[in-house]
């Protein structure tokens, strides 16, 4: 067995190990950096917070060079999708170290793209993209709609609230964040109507605009329901070739 | 190519120039119409967005007359709704600063007209008035029953919290702002029941009210992704006579 | 034309006079009763409304004289659906006048019978009802599991919540108004768990409870749905007839 | 008629009202275990609900005695999921009089098995089981592309957000109470973005993420509403055959 095989490829046994050890190291990162936002860390805590940064940043660090090796073309492996989020996912943690610590909250943030190494694993989330491509077109025509309907939602309550709450409608902008925590029925209640127009603007805007919102949260689930059975049936036709 | 081409038709480069031209404008000028209600707009701000407005309102009134310059009926043009949506989407600017400053604020509302000059282009826009038709007899019953609920919900809600929070469910009409909130689950938490009827009460009118309220919501979704599908498949088609 | 015709059927054209007459007299007096629950009225507009509850109540009087007058079985009509619900539109009216104005607000509130009045001329509410008998049985399931849903959210969110916040999650019943207001999601904010197990809690029965709540809320939307189409289809097959 | 019969089976009359019999008093414990959780229990109320508990002890011991004595195996009905249940039902009970009444709140919830209890009873929760299994697959993949948005959406909001309001968006784990009362879309309003950028991101991730949270729910409905007619067909088939 070569290593090109280990590296590049999930069908022999030592290839699966490979590929499972890496994937539970860039899940205990991610648990790592949630870990770290912590307010109150003990020292103990960042202690071996630290150990598990080093220690995945040289496996990380490790599986780069093995990939650029085993790859036929070095050059496309680097500037690849793949080969970047590689890079991304340790390069924060040299640059911090070699440097400065400046601007290191910035840099803390990259190392999240240690979560994209995960979707070389994952089927699902590969069906996902092809799913988003299905409706690309329809996604854009009712992105439109939606952008539109939050902008004439946004001017209207700024009409009837902006002179009786000031501070809370203070501008189309302000306004927006309103559309959006109601259109999408969240309703913090952080900016909520007053007025009576603004109430039955409210009501009006809500029954139709539920309709315009919910076609594409439809869209992404049917698209996503339609490549799940799609996967499961090409399972199916797999099992019945062997 | 004569000007009337240019002007209404898009089917020659030219016009579809002139399209895009006019579609650009009209987005800065709704983006500019945002920006001028911001509260501490700076002096420089504020002299570019004038310079914006009157720079669109010269190009949408040059576009206004050779619209009416190149239609075989003028009067025809000027009522239709169309030449109405153009003419009101430049008259704000120039009744402001003929008359008088008063009353600006209404005035300024006005030019929100422009937005629906993009209506002229949105194939989109047209199928959604189509989608609309298609479902208005469902959407007036619906409409019916919806507003029913919401009558029968706010006067069962005034029985059981009026005397308990005099101030929030003071009236009939009251207790509907706390209906809408509630029925199109936004919860905006500015008015809830406090009684344990009106708590029970509540549970009982969104398990029957939620049924109600998406049915309008999955009349206007499955219409307008129906008349999306319907483009695309004619789109197909006109591809295949090609 | 007899008077029997013109009470009780409405295919001649003074029938359907008679019918629209007394539904506009119904919202009327409904607005009118909204109206009254304004906690500052003017003695101008109590004046008017007391007018118009005279008003409306006279001639409800007399339709319900003519519909007993007209009617084959006097008895069978007083007991029946209609007949009671016509008494009961007029009733509160003679006892508060009769008797003593104490306890009013009970009383004022049977005057909400007169909204049901109107299923009388409304075909929709018909089907409405029929729709609800075509899910009774699935109905009667789901609810008995959301209920089950609710009890076991409850018992579980107040063993996470109640000691650190005895005010809000006081008892089980207590919980109950969270469990609804949180699977609804309407979540007004006046409960929400600040435990890191409540939490928690929260995310996974939000997570399957979404599902089950939805069940009845799509067996009510897809019954009103289909009974909608049936009537459309029965209309066009009515029209081939003639 | 035999004891077996009469306990393990329904389809003769004494075997219904036994099981009828048994279901009221698991919901009557149920309710009383309710009842318990009140803050001001009258000495009265606490009495009543005393007998209630040593009463459905005691019957719910004499049905696990019988059921242990008509069982042919009885080591496999002790280990069986509704032997475990019918003994976790009581256990408590016998445990907090035998010990001690220290940690009795831990005991006093064991006392909801009772509820398991009428699991035995429910076809239809029966069918839930299954319809979780026809769709346990789709779950697993959606609950994992569920809780990666979740992370998603929790750390890029704390990269908005944490520096603003320090006390609300303190860690990565807070800013998943967030992520998950949002993209449910409940809102309790105890947690939102005042950031500009954080406003943006929470528009972003709604309209993906709605899509993506309406799956696991839409898959739950639908697997639900296929078992119950699949019910409803074989009761149709059951009675053509007899």
Sequence with gaps: MDLKTL??????????????????????????????????KSDELSFWLYIIEVFTV???SIEYLLRLFVSDNKLKFIFSFYGLIDLFAILPFYLTSAIDLRSIRIFRLLRLFRAFKLLRYS?????????????????IIFLTATIFLIYFASVGIYYFESSVQPDKFSS??????WAVATLTTVGYGDVF??????????FIILILGLGIIAVPTGLISSALTK??????????SDKLKT
């Excluded at 089927?123 to 996604?139: D, Q, Y």
């Excluded at 189309?172 to 964040?177: L, Y």
């Excluded at 109507?193 to 409210?202: E, H, R």
């Design 7 to 40: 590296v590049e490829k999930n069908d022999t046994k030592a290839g699966r190990y490979f590929d499972f050890f890496i994937q539970f190291l860039i899940t205990l990162s991610l648990i790592a950096f949630s870990l770290e936002t912590l307010p109150n």
């Design 227 to 236: 490549c799940i059975s799609d996967e499961k049936e090409e399972k199916v």
């Design 123 to 139: 089927k699902a989330l590969k069906r996902f993209r092809s799913a988003f491509h299905m409706i690309k077109e329809e996604m």
């Design 193 to 202: 109507p007053i007025t009576a127009g603004g109430k039955i603007f409210t």
């Design 172 to 177: 189309v902008f302000d306004c927006m964040w």
């Design 58 to 60: 040289i496996v990380f």
